[in-house]
C-alpha cells in the first residue's frame, strides 16, 4: 500500500497504520454510514475528536478545510468552527474537536417561535456577514480556488439548458424562465469573497441547541466567489424542504436578510437568479435523463 492507493472503507484502517502511526485504529468510531460516502471517511476519535480520512481525489480539500478552521479558530467571531487538531502534509486526513452541538432538522424551522425564528436568523445573518467581509491572508487565500463558474457563465450555462429545454419538450414553455433571466442579468455584477458555497442546514450546529451559538462546519468546498451565492444555496434549501406554499421558506431567508449587512443593492436578485437557475437546471436534468433513460 503506497499513497496512490485508492481508499475504500476495506482498506481505510490499513491506510492509516502506514501513514498516521500516531492514531490508534482501536479508539476509532465510525459515525453511522457517513464513513462510507462522501468526499471523506469520517470517525469518531476517542471521545473528543472526530477524524477525516480523505478520498484520494479530495485530498486538497480536506486541507483546505483545516487551513480555513485553522485560520478561523484564531479569530473572535459571531460564530465558531471545529477546533483544528492535526492534518497531514499531503492532506491524507485531519483531525478536527468534536463539537458540542448539534444540527437543526430542516422541519424543526416550521415550528419556530418569532423569537426562535429571529435568534437564527441573527445568528446565520451576522455570521455570514463577517465571513464575506473578512479579508483573508494570502497564506489561507493559496487553498482556495476562484469559481469555475462566476454569474457570466451561469447566464450561459442557463440559456444553453433553456434552448435544449425548448427543443426537446413542449411541456414546458420557457418563456417566463426567460423573461426572468433578461431581467436579471444586469444586477449580476460579480463580486469576490470567500465563500463556504456548501449552506446546508446540516451544516449549522447550535452549541446545546442554543440559537445564538452557532457553529458553522464543513469548509471544504469554500470558494472565491459572489456572496450571494451562500444565501442562494440557503434560500433553495430552505424552498425545496419546506412546505411548497414557501411561507415558511420566506420567512426563515427575510430572518437571515435582516441581520445579514451588505452594500450590494442587487442582493435580492441575486438570490432569485440561483432560486431559478435551480429550478431550470432540475428540469434540464429531468428531460435529459428521460431521453438517456425512455423507460
Same mark, same amino acid.
Given at each position: 500500500?503506497? #499513497?496512490?492507493?485508492?481508499?475504500?472503507?476495506?482498506?481505510?484502517?490499513?491506510?492509516?497504520?502506514?501513514?498516521?502511526?500516531?492514531? !490508534?485504529?482501536?479508539?476509532?468510531?465510525?459515525?453511522?454510514?457517513? *464513513?462510507?460516502?462522501?468526499?471523506?471517511?469520517?470517525?469518531?476519535?476517542?471521545?473528543?475528536?472526530?477524524?477525516?480520512?480523505?478520498?484520494?481525489?479530495?485530498?486538497?480539500?480536506?486541507?483546505?478545510?483545516?487551513?480555513?478552521?485553522?485560520?478561523?479558530?484564531?479569530?473572535?467571531?459571531?460564530?465558531?468552527? @471545529?477546533?483544528?487538531?492535526?492534518?497531514?502534509?499531503?492532506?491524507?486526513?485531519?483531525?478536527? !474537536?468534536?463539537?458540542?452541538?448539534? !444540527?437543526?432538522?430542516?422541519?424543526?424551522?416550521?415550528?419556530?417561535?418569532?423569537?426562535?425564528?429571529?435568534?437564527?436568523?441573527?445568528?446565520?445573518?451576522?455570521?455570514?456577514?463577517?465571513?464575506?467581509?473578512?479579508?483573508?491572508?494570502?497564506?489561507?487565500?493559496?487553498?482556495?480556488? *476562484? @469559481?469555475?463558474?462566476?454569474?457570466?457563465?451561469?447566464?450561459?450555462?442557463?440559456?444553453?439548458?433553456?434552448?435544449?429545454? @425548448?427543443?426537446?419538450?413542449?411541456?414546458?414553455?420557457?418563456? #417566463?424562465?426567460?423573461?426572468?433571466?433578461?431581467?436579471? #442579468?444586469?444586477?449580476?455584477?460579480?463580486?469576490?469573497?470567500?465563500?463556504?458555497?456548501?449552506?446546508?442546514?446540516?451544516?449549522?450546529?447550535?452549541?446545546?441547541?442554543?440559537?445564538?451559538?452557532?457553529?458553522?462546519?464543513?469548509?471544504?468546498?469554500?470558494?472565491?466567489?459572489?456572496?450571494?451565492?451562500?444565501?442562494?444555496?440557503?434560500?433553495?434549501?430552505?424552498?425545496?424542504?419546506?412546505?411548497?406554499?414557501?411561507?415558511? @421558506?420566506?420567512?426563515?431567508?427575510?430572518?437571515?436578510?435582516?441581520?445579514?449587512?451588505?452594500?450590494?443593492?442587487?442582493?435580492?436578485?441575486?438570490?432569485?437568479?440561483?432560486?431559478?437557475?435551480?429550478?431550470?437546471?432540475?428540469?434540464?436534468?429531468?428531460?435529459?435523463?428521460?431521453?438517456?433513460?425512455?423507460?
Amino acid at each position: 500500500m503506497d #499513497q496512490t492507493t485508492e481508499i475504500t472503507a476495506e482498506n481505510v484502517c490499513d491506510f492509516l497504520k502506514k501513514f498516521a502511526a500516531d492514531i !490508534s485504529i482501536e479508539n476509532l468510531k465510525p459515525i453511522s454510514n457517513r *464513513h462510507r460516502g462522501g468526499d471523506n471517511f469520517t470517525f469518531y476519535y476517542r471521545d473528543n475528536a472526530i477524524l477525516k480520512v480523505a478520498r484520494n481525489a479530495y485530498r486538497p480539500l480536506l486541507l483546505k478545510e483545516f487551513k480555513i478552521t485553522e485560520y478561523l479558530h484564531t479569530l473572535s467571531m459571531p460564530f465558531t468552527v @471545529a477546533k483544528p487538531i492535526m492534518v497531514h502534509e499531503s492532506g491524507f486526513y485531519a483531525m478536527f !474537536s468534536k463539537i458540542n452541538g448539534a !444540527s437543526l432538522p430542516i422541519e424543526a424551522l416550521e415550528g419556530f417561535t418569532a423569537g426562535e425564528l429571529e435568534s437564527f436568523g441573527k445568528s446565520l445573518g451576522t455570521s455570514l456577514t463577517f465571513l464575506h467581509r473578512h479579508k483573508f491572508p494570502d497564506e489561507v487565500l493559496d487553498y482556495i480556488p *476562484h @469559481a469555475a463558474d462566476p454569474f457570466a457563465m451561469a447566464i450561459r450555462d442557463t440559456r444553453q439548458k433553456l434552448a435544449f429545454i @425548448a427543443e426537446d419538450t413542449v411541456e414546458i414553455d420557457i418563456h #417566463q424562465w426567460s423573461e426572468k433571466l433578461e431581467n436579471l #442579468q444586469e444586477s449580476l455584477d460579480q463580486r469576490w469573497a470567500v465563500v463556504h458555497t456548501d449552506l446546508q442546514i446540516n451544516h449549522l450546529f447550535f452549541v446545546q441547541k442554543n440559537l445564538e451559538q452557532l457553529t458553522i462546519i464543513d469548509f471544504a468546498d469554500a470558494l472565491l466567489h459572489d456572496p450571494a451565492i451562500d444565501l442562494s444555496e440557503f434560500a433553495i434549501e430552505m424552498y425545496s424542504d419546506l412546505p411548497p406554499d414557501g411561507i415558511v @421558506a420566506k420567512k426563515v431567508i427575510d430572518a437571515v436578510l435582516k441581520y445579514y449587512q451588505t452594500d450590494d443593492t442587487t442582493i435580492i436578485e441575486k438570490i432569485k437568479f440561483g432560486l431559478l437557475v435551480f429550478e431550470i437546471g432540475r428540469a434540464y436534468q429531468r428531460i435529459k435523463n428521460s431521453k438517456i433513460n425512455p423507460n
